[in-house]
């Protein structure tokens, strides 16, 4: 017995989910086809393989000659419709959800205490399932597998491309749930087995080895609140003064240093695209891009109006003043996504600031341009380049991300307000207030999230913020 | 047809004539490494300079501190007085200067304001003295901030420039557009033999030249010493010393060999009528090359000339554009070869730069 647990342990139980061990378990599945664990890894084989070949076309037809299995099913589809023989349980028959029901208390887990990392597993899985949507999801996977496994589905090589792409990324979450929970009540097993064995020792690890996956799924939470469509992309963040004059366009320009640092904090790139600066101080609007993984899913919590109280120092009457600066920002869809086609005789640009004759007369480094899309009236703008030709590149980035955006809003794809662009943003719709007059504070109006410190925010410390926003947002959601 | 060839054979003597003598006298002209010691040197722009200066943060704050009360000390009194740089530009420049200079300008631009007794040293490209020195010639001997820097960022290229050549301008990137369409819609002009006739720091016949296919060449040929001496400069910087050959000369003359050959041509030749040159904005009336600026008394010389001329050196198909002084040159430009080389060219006509100007005359060479 115990021989045969060793050897369990080193094919399951200290098993990392790594691609290459699933590929090794799969060869195992053709000859055990009853077996549901098999299947359900040959089904992240196939999610695997596929990813890596996506774009070799000639891959489809070795798919399709082998796809199936020896019961005749298809993987993918064979592995959803019997994700009940999937589930993973203990071998007294305890399930995950089964563990949250037992409501064993969850101690600090500096405690060795293997209930209380067991059921705070099972409380950040069941977090993590709700925040993923995660029924909307193995729903999405099962229509995604059923496109996947026609015939005729590489005769459009891009939408093909995209389908394999939102396929593969969806498995990788499922694959990473399902890798814990199958641990979870494999280690489960194990510390039964151990005591009845009276083996401390192997007890003792696999209680460690509780203790790693109860951290390591707390980060996953975090995670997990990123799981919109466009979350992962880069994304353009503008900022608006209200009215109210320098004041309200030095608040502005605050607000902007505080995404340029906080973006930096990220370790995003940070570029700005266009700055239209105030007559005295600040700015009238901005646009600035931020580079770098999930940038839009944590910049989209930012949206909205965000209201400063203090004693201005443009004023020499020395009054307390309110001002406003509206915030929006907009995802840069990457490759894999469908752009809004532009065409060039819709578009007109032009030079800004050209005045005098132009040409050999005139020598300046200034060489803003603004397009506008004439059916759409958008406009984008970029002055920041050092060539009129570099600022049109950008200036026709960022229309193009803003026509995709209005694209996106059309066909309501994403939460209404983050697809809102910076003129649709209502005056009314604050999200958030700083005060350094005549006490300190930040708060979210949003979540009631707040603080005593509002440098430390205005030097871009705002992912408290932020986090606490998206999961008082997606929690919140019922599934 | 018959025309062009009587034409061509009775330039024929004078041509060979014109060529032995040339080849006696002429340096090589061509962008060879092997230039004659008496050839102009190319300067290297700042960016492109080891940073081999040190010197302290603290020291480069006060520089930088000076540099900038300098700036606001000129407000808009140069946008008044000649459409010259206002203090919102100059600041803008200042910052790239820093870029340029600097090896980590990132750090140093992040928090400018923050001590004056931060002793950690910094790498810069150019000595303390020099960054005071050329900062004090931009703003109060108005020298071209391309000048300072020794280069201009030119569509996707960055171009080394110093006095003596023409900073390219925005407007004439959209040349290389134009030749890019015409391209799109006749493949043979991607493959043939391409001109750029006067071609300063060879801005166009490298812009154009990265356009082309691989058989594609371009020939950019200057009067200028400094301006060839730079442009074979930044065609060895891009890698097309393959693609652009690099000649000195007035014009056509140093293309005579190729007489009827090319595909295409392009020139941004001096158009600005001689008697503005007196009121051009500082920095170019007081800095830039007059040969590079002066039309002749309407301007129109040297285009007039090259309108000329492109009937002989264009293959029939064959496309042109060159850039004007705006609306009036344009109009008159595309009435001259409607009525004086009638036949000669096709859908000849103007295109507008971004500021709503005539700047540009395009046409075919009639099959
Ligand atoms: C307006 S600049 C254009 C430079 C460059 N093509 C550009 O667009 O930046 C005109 C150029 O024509 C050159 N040039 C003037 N007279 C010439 C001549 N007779 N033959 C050849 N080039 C000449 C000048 O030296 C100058 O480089």
Redesign the pocket.
């Known amino acids: 017995m115990s021989f045969l647990i060793l050897g369990r342990r080193s094919t399951q139980l200290s098993r990392i989910p790594t691609r290459e061990l699933f590929l090794f378990s799969c060869s195992f599945s053709s000859q055990s086809p009853n077996n549901s664990i098999s299947n359900y890894r040959s089904t992240i084989f196939y999610s695997w393989y596929n990813s890596s070949n996506r774009r070799n076309k000639g891959f489809s037809s070795i798919f399709n000659g082998r796809a199936k299995n020896p019961s005749g099913s298809i993987w993918g589809v064979r592995f959803l419709s019997s994700e009940a023989a999937v589930e993973p349980t203990t071998a007294d028959g305890l399930t995950v959800e089964g563990i949250i029901a037992k409501n064993w208390n969850i101690l600090d887990d500096s405690e060795d205490d293997w209930k209380s990392h067991a059921s705070s597993i099972a409380q950040s899985v069941h977090l993590i399932k709700k925040r993923l949507k995660w029924k909307r999801l193995m729903y999405r996977l099962e229509v995604l597998s059923a496109q996947l496994n026609k015939a005729d589905l590489w005769d459009d090589p891009v939408h093909a491309g995209k389908i394999s792409r939102e396929h593969g990324s969806l498995m990788n979450k499922v694959e990473d749930v399902m890798a814990i929970e199958q641990e979870l009540v494999e280690h489960i097993d194990m510390i039964k087995l151990a005591r009845e064995e009276n083996d401390p020792e192997l007890e003792s690890e696999s209680v460690k080895a509780l203790l790693g996956i109860r951290r390591n799924v707390k980060e996953k939470e975090l995670e997990a609140l990123l799981s919109g469509e466009h979350d992962n992309c880069s994304c353009f963040i503008e900022v608006q003064a209200g009215a109210g004059g320098t004041e309200s366009m030095d608040w502005a320009s605050m607000v902007m240093q505080m995404y340029k640092m906080w973006a930096q904090r990220k370790g995003y790139g940070v570029s700005v695209v266009d700055e239209m600066p105030g007559e005295i101080a600040g700015i009238k609007r901005a646009t600035i891009k931020v580079d770098g993984e999930n940038a839009f899913g944590y910049a989209k919590s930012e949206v909205g109006v965000h209201r400063l109280v203090r004693i201005s120092p443009f004023d020499s009457a020395k009054r307390r003043h309110t001002s406003f600066v509206a915030v929006a920002v907009i995802p840069i869809l990457g490759d894999g996504s469908t752009h809004v086609q532009i065409n060039e005789s819709d578009l007109r640009i032009e030079r800004y600031r050209s005045g005098g004759a132009g040409g050999?007369s005139v020598n300046t480094t200034e060489s803003a341009v603004r397009i506008t899309h004439i059916p759409t009236g958008i406009t984008a703008s970029c002055q920041n380049e050092r060539s009129q030709h570099s600022n049109k590149a950008s200036a026709m980035a960022v229309l193009q991300s803003r026509l995709d955006q209005l694209e996106m809003a059309r066909q309501a794809q994403m939460n209404a307000q983050h697809t809102q662009s910076l003129t649709e943003i209502s005056w009314g719709n604050q999200i958030r207030t700083y005060v350094l007059h005549p006490y300190r504070m930040v708060k979210d109006l949003r979540t009631n999230y707040e603080v005593s410190d509002p440098d430390s925010v205005l030097e871009g410390d705002l992912d408290d913020f932020i986090l606490s926003y998206l999961s008082t947002s997606i929690d919140k959601d019922e599934e | 047809m018959r025309l062009t060839k009587l034409s061509e054979r009775r330039l024929r003597p004078a041509c060979v004539s014109k060529k032995m003598k040339l080849s006696f006298i002429r340096p090589i002209s061509c962008c060879s490494v092997s230039s004659p010691a008496t050839s102009v040197k190319p300067q290297k722009p700042i960016f492109l300079r080891p940073p081999t200066f040190k010197t302290t943060i603290s020291d480069l704050q006060k520089w930088h501190h000076w540099a900038k009360s300098l700036i606001s000390s000129v407000g808009s009194t140069f946008l008044e007085l000649d459409n010259g740089p206002d203090s919102e530009l100059l600041l803008r420049e200042l910052n790239w200067l820093v870029e340029d200079a600097i090896e980590t300008p990132k750090s140093f631009l992040q928090q400018p304001h923050k001590n004056y007794n931060d002793n950690s040293s910094v790498a810069v490209r150019a000595s303390l003295e020099q960054l005071y020195m050329l900062w004090k010639r931009r703003v109060e001997e108005r020298m071209p901030f391309q000048y300072v820097v020794g280069c201009e960022h030119w569509r996707d290229l960055v171009l080394s420039v110093q006095e003596g050549?023409?900073i390219?301008?925005p407007e004439?990137e959209l040349i290389v557009d134009l030749v890019d369409d015409a391209i799109k819609e006749n493949g043979e002009l991607r493959e043939g033999l391409w001109a750029?006739?006067?071609?300063?720091?060879g801005?166009?016949a490298i812009g154009i030249a990265r356009i082309l296919g691989t058989s594609g060449r371009v020939v950019a040929?200057?009067?200028?010493p400094v301006?060839t001496a730079v442009a074979s400069y930044n065609v060895q910087r891009y890698d097309l010393e393959e693609k652009v050959h690099v000649k000195q000369g007035?014009?056509f003359e140093p293309l005579r060999d190729n007489e009827g050959e090319f595909v295409g041509l392009v020139s941004?030749?001096?158009y600005i009528p001689s008697k503005d040159i007196g009121g051009l904005q500082a920095e170019v009336g007081r800095h830039e090359?007059r040969?590079?600026?002066d039309g002749g008394a309407s301007g129109m010389n040297?285009l007039i000339h090259l309108c000329d001329g492109a009937v002989s050196m264009l293959r029939p198909g064959g496309f042109f554009a060159f850039e004007t002084n705006g609306d009036e040159q344009s109009k008159f430009l595309v009435h001259y070869i409607e009525t004086k080389k009638q036949g000669n060219f096709s859908k000849v006509k103007m295109v507008s730069d971004f500021a709503g100007i005539k700047r540009f005359i395009t046409g075919f060479r009639g099959r």
């Open positions: 050999q | 050549v023409l390219p301008r004439t750029d006739l006067g071609t300063g720091s801005a166009l040929t200057d009067l200028s301006a007035s014009w941004n030749p001096p090359p040969l590079a600026l040297d």
